[in-house]
């Protein structure tokens, strides 16, 4: 069983910055990615971003790209996500989720690849 705590989250304004942490622990060895999603109130949510622990390949949502970095500390066993010039749109609660599977560019924001979820961490950008 693998577990993730998330960190980070807040209250930002509209231009501002944050940056979320998700901690991994457990059978961590059988952990191919790490993703990051979202969910606002009353909508589905979704993928913000991922990134693979074998060459570290990272992937983003078009709403993120050139706004939100994601990357690993394997010492750690931390994926951060930075985020700035956040927008009262990024609102929403932010999750990290874990997969043994593979991933592509069809598969990284599905939800269903992924087993592990953390409890997710508030973000909230007033305009």
């Known amino acids: 069983e693998v577990q993730l705590v998330e960190s980070g989250g807040g209250l930002v304004q509209a231009g501002g910055s944050l940056r979320l942490s998700c901690a991994v622990s457990?059978?961590?060895?059988?952990?191919?990615?790490i993703g990051w999603f979202r969910q606002a109130p009353g909508k589905e949510r979704e993928g913000v971003s991922c990134?693979?622990?074998?060459?570290?390949?990272?992937y983003y949502a078009d709403s993120v790209k050139g706004r939100f970095t994601i990357s690993s500390d394997n010492a750690t066993n931390t994926v951060h996500l930075q985020m700035n010039g956040l927008r009262p749109e990024d609102t929403a609660v932010y999750y990290c989720?874990?997969?043994?599977?593979?991933?592509?560019?069809?598969?990284?924001?599905?939800?269903?690849?992924?087993?592990?979820w953390g409890q997710g961490t508030q973000v909230t950008v007033s305009s």
């Open positions: 457990g059978f961590t060895f059988d952990t191919n990615a």
């Open positions: 990134i693979t622990n074998s060459n570290r390949r990272t």
């Open positions: 989720a874990a997969t043994s599977f593979g991933l592509n560019d069809n598969r990284w924001f599905r939800r269903a690849w992924y087993r592990y």
